[in-house]
């Protein structure tokens, strides 16, 4: 089981920034595909952003592309997801999740996720 901790939520004004933190107690964190996930109140976890492990190839919803870039460091067993010219429909609790390999956009497909960090971003 690999343990996933957030940070970096908060409150911030549109088209402001914020930049998320998941940390993993995996020692082969190496070997996980990792994705962020976001989910408000009354609807579904959507996906977010995905990096890949071994080149660290991105994909993104298109809601954010452009304006939020993942990434990760290997060798500190972390990701991070900064987001850029936030908008109030960014508001949501940002989850980390990671499996091993392959990203996905599908949530039911990752069996590791951390307890969320809330972004607020108010107009």
């Known amino acids: 089981q690999v343990q996933l901790v957030e940070s970096g939520g908060g409150l911030v004004q549109a088209g402001g920034s914020l930049r998320l933190a998941c940390a993993a107690s995996e020692r082969t964190f190496s070997s996980l595909a990792m994705g962020w996930f976001r989910q408000s109140p009354g609807k579904e976890r959507e996906f977010v952003a995905g990096i890949y492990n071994y080149d660290s190839t991105t994909y993104y919803a298109d809601s954010v592309k452009g304006r939020f870039t993942i990434s990760r460091d290997n060798a500190k067993n972390t990701m991070f997801l900064q987001m850029n010219s936030l908008k109030p429909e960014d508001t949501a609790v940002y989850y980390c999740?990671?499996?091993?390999?392959?990203?996905?956009?599908?949530?039911?497909?990752?069996?590791?996720w951390g307890q969320g960090t809330q972004v607020t971003v108010s107009s």
């Open positions: 999740a990671a499996r091993f390999y392959v990203v996905s956009t599908r949530s039911e497909e990752y069996v590791n």
